[in-house]
C-alpha cells in the first residue's frame, strides 16, 4: 500500500459524505491506497453509513471519544501505507491537490507537507502554513509570497492538522500527536519536534482545498488550554520564532503613536522587522510579551497570577 487516508469523525455526516466524494475523484488513477474512517462517538447516523462501505475504506470505532489527537493516532497505528494523509472530515478535495503534496515528501529533511486551504463559504485564503505572532501564540499565515509561488512551495514553522502527508517512519520517529492536546495545538507540536530534530515542514502552494472552517462553539477557553500547554513545553523555540512578529508590532505601534525611532529598541526592531539579524534587545521584548500572556493564562485558567520568572536563555529558531 503506497498511502493511509485517515479521516477522524465526529458527526457532521453531510461533510463526510461530501470529503469521501471529492476524495474518491480526485486521486490518481492506479494509486494503492486506503481510506482510514475512525468515529470518535458520532450519534447523527455516520455510524450506520459507515457500516455501508467497502473497501478501499476501513473502519475505527472508538468506545469513548479520544479527541483528535488519539483518534488520529489510534488510526495511524493499524495504516499499512508508506504515507500517512490525514484530512477533516469537512474537506472538500479539488483536482490537482494530491500530487504535489505527495511529491514534496521527497525533498531532503522534510517530515510534514501541508497544502493552500480556502473557506468553502467566502472562497477567501483561509492557511498557508502555521506561524507565531506578537504574543507567541500559534496562527494561520494568509500570505503567499511571490518568490515562493514561483518555486511552488515555502518552508514554515508549522501546518495544520486539517490536511498534511508524513512518512509513516517520520511519524513513528516523531511519536505522533501528543494527546495531552484536546482538538487543538497537537499539530504545532509535532511540527516543532520535526524542526527540533532537524526536519522541515513545508506547504505545497500548487496544492488548494477547500475548507469548511470551524465555528464550534466553547472553543475559545479549549484553545487557551492547548496555548499554554504549547507555551509551556515550546518556550525559548516560540520567543525565538515570535521574535519579528513582535518587532513589526512594536514598530507599528510607534508608528501610530508618531514616534520617531530615535533609541536603540526601535532601531533593532526595524531591523529584524526587515529581515535582519535579531538583537538581544528585540528578544528581551518578545520574552517580556510571552511573559505577560503566561501571566494571563494563570488568571484566566488557574484564578490566580504566578510569580513570573525570567529567562534570557535563547535556543536557535526551529
Request: charged share 20%; with cysteine; proline share 4%.
Given at each position: ?37 475512525v468515529d470518535d462517538g458520532s450519534t447523527d447516523g455516520t455510524r450506520a ?224 522587522a526587515l529581515g535582519g539579524t535579531i538583537a538581544h534587545s528585540v528578544l ?26 525570567r529567562s534570557r536563555a535563547y535556543p536557535p529558531r526551529i
Open positions: 500500500m503506497q498511502v493511509s487516508f485517515i479521516i477522524p469523525l465526529y458527526n457532521c455526516l453531510a461533510h463526510t459524505q461530501e470529503c469521501l466524494r471529492t476524495l474518491q475523484a480526485t486521486l490518481p488513477a492506479g494509486l494503492a491506497h486506503e481510506i482510514i474512517f453509513w459507515l457500516a455501508t462501505l467497502s473497501a478501499p475504506c476501513r473502519i475505527i470505532l472508538n468506545e469513548q471519544n479520544l479527541g483528535f489527537a488519539g483518534a488520529c493516532n489510534r488510526a495511524a497505528a493499524v495504516a499499512d501505507s508508506e504515507f500517512l494523509f490525514f484530512l477533516n472530515n469537512d474537506l472538500v478535495l479539488l483536482p490537482g491537490w494530491f500530487g504535489p503534496m505527495l511529491g514534496l515528501l521527497d525533498r531532503p529533511h522534510t517530515a510534514l507537507v501541508g497544502n493552500i486551504q480556502l473557506s468553502v463559504r467566502s472562497g477567501t485564503l483561509d492557511h498557508a502554513g502555521v506561524r507565531f505572532n506578537e504574543k507567541g501564540k500559534p496562527e494561520h499565515d494568509r500570505t503567499r509570497p511571490l518568490l515562493a509561488r514561483l518555486r511552488g512551495w515555502r518552508e514554515v514553522t508549522a501546518v495544520t492538522g486539517a490536511c498534511f502527508g508524513i512518512r509513516r517512519t517520520v511519524w513513528e520517529r516523531l511519536g505522533g500527536f501528543d494527546p495531552g492536546f484536546r482538538n487543538g495545538g497537537e499539530d504545532v507540536d509535532l511540527a516543532l519536534r520535526a524542526g527540533a530534530a532537524g526536519l522541515r515542514t513545508l506547504v505545497s502552494l500548487r496544492s488548494v482545498v477547500g475548507h469548511h472552517v470551524s465555528a464550534s462553539l466553547g472553543r475559545k477557553l479549549r484553545d487557551e488550554h492547548n496555548s499554554r500547554r504549547l507555551a509551556v513545553r515550546w518556550r525559548g523555540a516560540i520567543v525565538s520564532l515570535s521574535a519579528r512578529a513582535w518587532a513589526r508590532h512594536h514598530i507599528t505601534t510607534l508608528w501610530d503613536r508618531s514616534c520617531v525611532f530615535d533609541d536603540a529598541l526601535a532601531r533593532a526592531a526595524l531591523w529584524a528581551d521584548g518578545m520574552q517580556s510579551a510571552f511573559e505577560r500572556e503566561i501571566v494571563r493564562w494563570h488568571v484566566l485558567l488557574d484564578g490566580a497570577a504566578p510569580p513570573v520568572e
